[in-house]
């Protein structure tokens, strides 16, 4: 065999591997629950720490970026032949087809997925997760599946918080900068509405909370060695989910367009 | 009563465990002696499912733990408890909450019950005002003796300790030993720990198996390894110059 296709098939063999590795523990993780109150416990904590405590973020984030594309918008085509109200129609798609669904769920893969895979690697190595198993408790439906749950449940709030936000950037730059008149914004935001970019926006980003919480689970889940392995993971999971965001958003974009 | 038949276990090439056969009794404190890398932290990891034998026997009273199903494997362990080396306490949640942890996941016990189970361990162990505490706000020894409280608190038939003395001071060690050789025969447990602490072989060693090499080299209780002729026991029970000289001297006496 020649060398090149000799790696080359070790490098697909690597990579099936791993997604058979993959789709095991997500076997495991997604089973019914041993004692719903505890699985509720872990549920609306991990509500709380991956996704309400991710809101200031999010916000701040939108805020800026909002402003930032109205302003741009405004700048850059404006036009005699261009209507007024195209900076906020603009501004308004990008927002909710793109920013807060895809770019804002690549923020969070960095926030998130590394505090994901840190924590379930320092459990492993630290034998938190040996000693679940001992008890006889299933160690991956306990850790992880609140987490995904939790994560896919408050996705859509910061979908709308986001555009929320960075609509308010927009009316930031409109009042305050006085780039253009908050009636021309308005009259963008508001012109040629389709309810189904917002659900298109909904649907993607739960895609994306999937890929954020259960990549770096198992990045972090199977971390063997010590605190060096550890950080290794939790770059390797922040690194994976934001490829599998951008690639999937691709497919997704264009099914769902 | 734990037997172990003809157990082997590999990684890849290298063969760990060569066939070790014994049985840990009950009621007793059962030490696994052996240097470092001699498969000793393997062995036990074969006795809890942590790892898989390559082949041979677990029997736990009978109850062949190797070709169980998951299920029966899941229920099996609820009658183990495990203390390990560096005492696993979830960092999340407080002392009390650790030694609770098995109660709300298994038991029926109402909130008061499960607290009140929980506080009477936590009394055993000597931790009554920690309970409020994270396991990084207190000792090494303090941890490893709130992993026993939390092993303790389902009544396990099975206690498995892997190296419970690691980092510890002799003092604070000899309290570890004190405590899991009391608790042993309180609750009639199975237990089993992994040591390389000599003072935990002399003081509490009931029956001791010696792991060289990844076989067993030796077996017995606590008083025959002064009058031991097996030289591998020997040199590994006695290897400094200081005990070899205490052990000439307590058989010249005799």
Same mark, same amino acid.
């Given at each position: 065999?020649?060398?090149?296709?000799?790696?080359?098939?070790?490098?697909?063999?690597?990579?099936?591997?791993?997604?058979?590795?993959?789709?095991?523990?997500?076997?495991?993780?997604?089973?019914?629950?041993?004692?719903?109150?505890?699985?509720?416990?872990?549920?609306?904590?991990?509500?709380?720490?991956?996704?309400?405590?991710? @809101?200031?973020?999010?916000?701040?984030?939108?805020?800026?970026?909002?402003?930032?594309?109205?302003?741009?918008?405004?700048?850059?085509?404006?036009?005699?032949?261009?209507?007024?109200?195209?900076?906020?129609?603009?501004?308004?798609?990008?927002?909710?087809?793109?920013?807060?669904?895809?770019?804002?769920?690549?923020?969070?893969?960095?926030?998130?997925?590394?505090? @994901?895979?840190?924590?379930?690697?320092?459990?492993?190595?630290?034998?938190?997760?040996?000693?679940?198993?001992?008890?006889?408790?299933?160690?991956?439906?306990?850790?992880?599946?609140?987490?995904?749950?939790?994560?896919?449940?408050?996705?859509?709030?910061?979908?709308?918080?986001?555009?929320?936000?960075?609509?308010?950037?927009?009316?930031?730059?409109?009042?305050?900068?006085?780039?253009?008149?908050?009636?021309?914004?308005?009259?963008?935001?508001?012109?040629?509405?389709?309810?189904?970019?917002?659900?298109?926006?909904?649907?993607?980003?739960?895609?994306?909370?999937?890929?954020?919480?259960?990549?770096?689970?198992?990045?972090?889940?199977?971390?063997?060695?010590?605190?060096?392995?550890?950080?290794?993971?939790?770059?390797?999971?922040?690194?994976?989910?934001?490829?599998?965001?951008?690639?999937?958003?691709?497919?997704?974009?264009?099914?769902?367009? | 009563?734990?037997?172990?038949?003809?157990?082997?276990?590999?990684?890849?090439?290298?063969?760990?465990?060569?066939?070790?056969?014994?049985?840990?009794?009950?009621?007793?404190?059962?030490?696994?002696?052996?240097?470092?890398?001699?498969?000793?932290?393997?062995? &036990?990891?074969?006795?809890?499912?942590?790892?898989?034998?390559? #082949?041979?026997?677990?029997?736990?009273?009978?109850?062949?733990?190797?070709?169980?199903?998951?299920?029966?494997?899941?229920?099996?362990?609820?009658?183990?408890?495990?203390?390990?080396?560096?005492?696993?306490?979830?960092?999340?949640?407080?002392?009390?909450?650790?030694?609770?942890?098995?109660?709300?996941?298994?038991?029926?016990?109402?909130?008061?019950?499960?607290?009140?189970?929980?506080?009477?361990?936590?009394?055993?162990?000597?931790?009554?005002?920690? !309970?409020?505490?994270?396991?990084?706000? &207190? #000792?090494?020894?303090?941890?490893?003796?709130?992993?026993?409280?939390?092993?303790?608190?389902?009544?396990? *038939?099975?206690?498995?300790?892997?190296?419970?003395?690691?980092?510890?001071?002799?003092?604070? #060690?000899?309290?570890?030993?004190?405590?899991?050789?009391?608790?042993?025969?309180?609750?009639?447990?199975?237990?089993?720990?992994?040591?390389?602490?000599?003072?935990?072989?002399?003081?509490?060693?009931?029956?001791?198996?010696?792991?060289? !090499?990844?076989?067993?080299?030796?077996?017995?209780?606590?008083?025959?390894?002064?009058?031991?002729?097996?030289?591998?026991?020997?040199?590994?029970?006695?290897?400094?110059?200081?005990? *070899?000289?205490?052990?000439?001297?307590?058989? *010249?006496?005799?």
């Amino acid at each position: 065999m020649h060398p090149t296709t000799n790696i080359e098939s070790m490098i697909i063999h690597s990579y099936l591997t791993t997604f058979g590795r993959y789709l095991m523990l997500m076997g495991r993780t997604f089973s019914v629950p041993e004692r719903f109150r505890m699985f509720w416990k872990q549920y609306v904590k991990e509500m709380e720490q991956l996704g309400v405590n991710s @809101i200031g973020i999010v916000l701040l984030i939108s805020f800026f970026i909002g402003a930032v594309i109205c302003i741009q918008m405004k700048l850059n085509i404006e036009s005699p032949w261009m209507p007024r109200w195209v900076a906020g129609f603009t501004t308004r798609e990008i927002m909710l087809l793109e920013f807060s669904s895809s770019i804002m769920c690549l923020i969070l893969a960095g926030k998130v997925g590394s505090n @994901i895979a840190s924590e379930l690697g320092t459990m492993r190595v630290t034998q938190q997760i040996d000693a679940l198993d001992i008890m006889g408790i299933n160690s991956a439906s306990y850790l992880i599946l609140p987490k995904i749950l939790g994560m896919l449940t408050i996705m859509p709030f910061l979908v709308i918080f986001s555009s929320a936000m960075g609509i308010g950037g927009a009316y930031g730059t409109a009042f305050i900068g006085h780039i253009m008149t908050p009636d021309d914004l308005t009259l963008g935001l508001q012109h040629d509405f389709i309810p189904w970019f917002l659900w298109m926006s909904i649907i993607k980003s739960q895609f994306f909370a999937f890929i954020i919480s259960s990549v770096p689970a198992y990045y972090g889940y199977t971390v063997e060695g010590g605190s060096v392995n550890v950080g290794k993971a939790s770059t390797d999971a922040v690194v994976s989910s934001s490829m599998l965001i951008l690639f999937s958003d691709v497919f997704l974009t264009q099914l769902l367009s | 009563m734990i037997e172990v038949k003809n157990l082997y276990k590999s990684f890849d090439e290298k063969q760990v465990l060569k066939g070790i056969s014994t049985v840990f009794e009950d009621g007793k404190t059962n030490l696994i002696i052996g240097q470092s890398g001699s498969g000793k932290t393997v062995l &036990i990891k074969n006795l809890v499912g942590l790892l898989e034998p390559t #082949s041979g026997q677990i029997l736990y009273d009978g109850r062949d733990f190797v070709h169980m199903s998951k299920e029966e494997k899941v229920m099996m362990r609820r009658e183990m408890g495990m203390i390990f080396q560096s005492a696993a306490l979830f960092d999340s949640l407080t002392v009390l909450e650790n030694v609770m942890f098995p109660l709300d996941m298994f038991s029926s016990m109402t909130l008061r019950e499960r607290k009140k189970r929980a506080m009477d361990c936590l009394d055993r162990v000597n931790l009554i005002g920690a !309970e409020n505490k994270y396991p990084g706000e &207190i #000792s090494g020894g303090m941890q490893k003796r709130v992993a026993i409280a939390r092993a303790i608190s389902m009544n396990p *038939k099975y206690l498995f300790c892997d190296e419970p003395n690691s980092g510890l001071d002799p003092k604070t #060690s000899l309290v570890i030993d004190d405590l899991l050789h009391s608790i042993t025969q309180e609750f009639k447990m199975t237990t089993i720990i992994n040591t390389h602490d000599m003072n935990s072989v002399m003081g509490i060693g009931e029956n001791i198996v010696f792991i060289y !090499e990844g076989h067993k080299e030796w077996q017995g209780v606590s008083s025959d390894i002064m009058h031991s002729t097996n030289q591998k026991l020997t040199d590994f029970i006695f290897a400094s110059d200081l005990l *070899k000289d205490m052990r000439a001297a307590i058989l *010249k006496n005799e």
